[in-house]
């Protein structure tokens, strides 16, 4: 097995994120709830990145920042109808999601 890190993020409907992290490609691995009317806690994947998606309280603070590095933002970016903007290390664009989570994302500069 290999160590990684596994970012959570809090969201208040995990169905509703996964669905909107669909359009960044990840796809969800598995939801667990100890009781059907219980929080929802998601694994979602893009490859070998995973990220967690948590409704309960606690997990993760609000306004919570990842950074995604992807091989084409300029895709995403049109998925999401925003501009990219060059800095020194990378091409970029920065989401929210539903919940006001934030997504730099980038592809490296060559």
């Not at 939801?31 to 998601?42: M, N, T």
């Not at 109808?81 to 800095?87: I, K, N, Y």
Request: aromatic residues 10%; without cysteine.
């Amino acid at each position: 097995m290999d160590e990684e890190v596994i970012p959570i993020l809090h969201v208040e409907d995990a169905a509703a994120a996964a669905e909107w992290y669909e359009r960044l490609g990840f796809t969800t691995e598995w939801e667990h709830r100890f009781a059907p009317e219980l929080p929802a806690f998601v694994e979602i994947a893009r490859g070998a990145v995973r990220l967690f998606l948590s409704e309960h309280k606690g997990d993760a603070r609000p306004d919570t920042l990842i950074y995604l590095r992807v091989r084409d933002v300029d895709a995403i970016a049109a998925e999401f109808g925003v501009q990219t903007e060059d800095a020194p290390w990378a091409r970029e664009i920065e989401l929210r999601d539903p919940d006001g989570n934030r997504l730099r994302i980038g592809t490296p500069m060559e």
